[in-house]
């Protein structure tokens, strides 16, 4: 996950924030500014250098969410910080996480980090820590309905997505020049806020190729509840898929499936391999080892880079500069609407990795550098 941060977020996505359907966490107005702390609220009166920072984060469902927390608890350390790092024991129920949130703000954490375990179910805790006085940071998802969310820190996902359905079609048609490209769908976990993102990134580019009939969705499954991922989980995913290709590809080809996340794309894979079946293209995102590897073999097409190490680096400076009473710098104060507030976010920039630029995109990261020579 790269850190190329969005400097130049608006540029880029101006045009396509508009198109954004109404399951998306996105306002429905255009982003627009990056200026350094325009339209922020929430900035602390600074606090003491030692103070605790509280990161909440969901299970342990991918390589990214047990990173993140490796580099809260020594960054924060490094930092000067006490940190209080907690992992939600369950990817099905948001009881856990709520308990450590309440944990975090009676031993008055300063700054509580939410990723959501479920984002729709936070309030009364973001509500709880905004009360005592801690200013609340949304880290990757989103939390909805409240305005107790002072910042929100992610990769643009709806961009993600965006690059996600284009890969998907720019791999079919390096392997078959014209379709019409039949085509599966999968989203992730409907309790993920994230997910409806990535699918309207992902629809913004496939709708019209589907409108237009150079692109089929062979089950007709387009909608993203019958596309979800219970958990995120793989076995759900593999079993979805195991399913489509006994009712819909008994001798009919698959040219490509949308998986929002390599964890997902790799079960899928099994499951064409299971099949018999010749490999369609298959997205993914996150950057994870497995992933990684089987672009380099030429399995699984492409995967989205989201650097860890450069998100969580900048919300450790957003705690730093509310330790010192500043304002943090956010880029974008128009498009992430929880359904109660524009929260002002900081947002940077994913790059789609495929086997053309897998050597150049993990140059710089000592773990998958080693993985991309063949």
């Not at 387009?222 to 596309?227: A, C, I, N, R, Y």
């Not at 500069?321 to 940077?348: E, F, H, I, M, R």
Request: glycine share 8%; with cysteine; aromatic share 6%.
């Amino acid at each position: 996950m790269r850190n190329i941060l969005v400097k130049g977020v608006a540029a880029g996505a101006i045009a396509l924030l508009s198109l954004t359907a109404c399951a998306s966490e996105r306002s429905q107005t255009p982003a627009g500014d990056t200026g350094a702390s325009a339209g922020a609220t929430g900035a602390a009166q600074g606090f003491a250098a030692d103070s605790l920072i509280g990161v909440a984060l969901p299970s342990k469902t991918s390589e990214n969410w047990v990173l993140a927390g490796d580099l809260f608890t020594n960054g924060l350390k490094e930092a000067g910080f006490t940190s209080d790092v907690q992992y939600a024991g369950s990817s099905t129920t948001v009881a856990d996480q709520q308990a450590q949130i309440s944990a975090m703000v009676t031993k008055g954490a300063k700054v509580i980090v939410i990723g959501a375990t479920d984002a729709a179910q936070l309030s009364t805790q973001a509500e709880a820590a905004k009360a005592a006085g801690a200013t609340v940071i949304a880290y990757d998802r989103l939390i909805k309905n409240t305005d107790a969310v002072d910042y929100y820190i992610a990769y643009d996902n709806f961009k993600v997505g965006q690059l996600q359905g284009q890969a998907l079609l720019d791999g079919m048609k390096a392997k078959k020049a014209d379709g019409p490209y039949t085509i599966e769908l999968f989203s992730g976990s409907s309790d993920d806020n994230n997910s409806a993102v990535f699918f309207d990134g992902a629809m913004d580019v496939l709708k019209p190729k589907i409108d237009d009939g150079t692109v089929v969705v062979g089950s007709g499954q387009t909608d993203v509840k019958q596309t979800a991922t219970d958990g995120w989980k793989a076995e759900n995913a593999q079993r979805r898929m195991d399913s489509l290709l006994t009712s819909t590809y008994g001798s009919k080809a698959l040219d490509g499936v949308l998986s929002p996340n390599d964890t997902l794309a790799r079960a899928i894979i099994t499951s064409v391999k299971g099949a018999g079946k010749d490999l369609p293209v298959v997205t993914g995102q996150d950057s994870e080892v497995e992933s990684v590897k089987s672009i380099v073999a030429g399995e699984q097409y492409s995967t989205i880079n989201k650097d860890t190490r450069e998100l969580v680096k900048q919300t450790i400076q957003m705690a730093k500069d509310l330790q010192a009473g500043k304002q943090p710098q956010v880029n974008d104060t128009k498009s992430y609407n929880n359904g109660v507030k524009v929260v002002p976010s900081y947002l940077l920039e994913p790059l789609i990795v495929t086997k053309e630029n897998v050597v150049e995109a993990y140059a710089n990261d000592p773990k998958l550098a080693p993985l991309t020579k063949e």
